[in-house]
């Protein structure tokens, strides 16, 4: 693919605890010139982010990175960012819930989370290095069961980020209305092409112009 396609799967990312308000406005720039999908960023910068670049989808996360926050604390988080400007939400699943087996309390979560958005996008993340092959399956089901638009297989801070093995897998269980975001360990252009070949809808990293400045 030229790399002007491979822009357009990009959520161009900065998570960072000490990611500045500087790196925040050369992201949305580099954002705007290249045409990525979104940027995704802390829900503290989202309001300014959308006053200074009103034209650009803004992505932020909530219950990030653990996901072990109250479902209240999830919802008021995703209608302050709402509010803010944010036409995405990448939320953290409850990932001791998963491992106490309580999967309708983790589905009615991604659900709640999904009605507070309405018809804006919900990417789920479920941090596929903490889950077994059964529990990521059971994961699928949920995202789908739920309503969510993506399901995404990691938040990059956990001890494990995505690869084509749990993107084949997620990709043969969740619903037709289901897409899928890949994030944390995409290193190269290839990687990329791999990944969206594989099912992927969306790219999430902070490296994009890295990988893509000698593509084709």
Not at 124 to 146: F, P
Request: hydrophobic share 40%.
């Amino acid at each position: 693919m030229k790399k002007e396609e491979l822009y357009r799967f990009v959520d161009h990312t900065a998570l960072k605890a000490v990611t500045t308000w500087n790196e925040i406005q050369q992201l949305c720039q580099e954002a705007r010139f290249f045409r990525m999908a979104s940027v995704c960023i802390p829900s503290s910068y989202v309001k300014r982010a959308h006053e200074y670049f009103p034209e650009l989808n803004i992505c932020t996360v909530v219950g990030f990175p653990l996901g072990n926050a109250s479902t209240e604390a999830k919802l008021a988080e995703t209608r302050q960012a709402l509010e803010d400007g944010a036409n995405e939400i990448d939320m953290v699943i409850n990932l001791g819930m998963v491992k106490n087996q309580e999967y309708p309390q983790v589905t009615e979560e991604i659900r709640l989370l999904k009605e507070a958005t309405g018809d804006k996008i919900l990417k789920v993340i479920i941090e596929n290095c903490y889950l077994t092959e059964e529990e990521k399956i059971r994961m699928c089901e949920a995202v789908t069961e739920a309503g969510a638009d993506f399901i995404k297989t990691s938040t990059g801070f956990g001890t494990g980020g995505a690869t084509l093995e749990d993107v084949i897998l997620m990709k043969q269980h969740v619903g037709p209305n289901v897409k899928i975001k890949a994030a944390g360990g995409i290193r190269s252009k290839e990687d990329m092409e791999l990944y969206i070949g594989a099912g992927c809808s969306r790219i999430g990293t902070s490296s994009a112009i890295a990988m893509l400045q000698d593509g084709e």
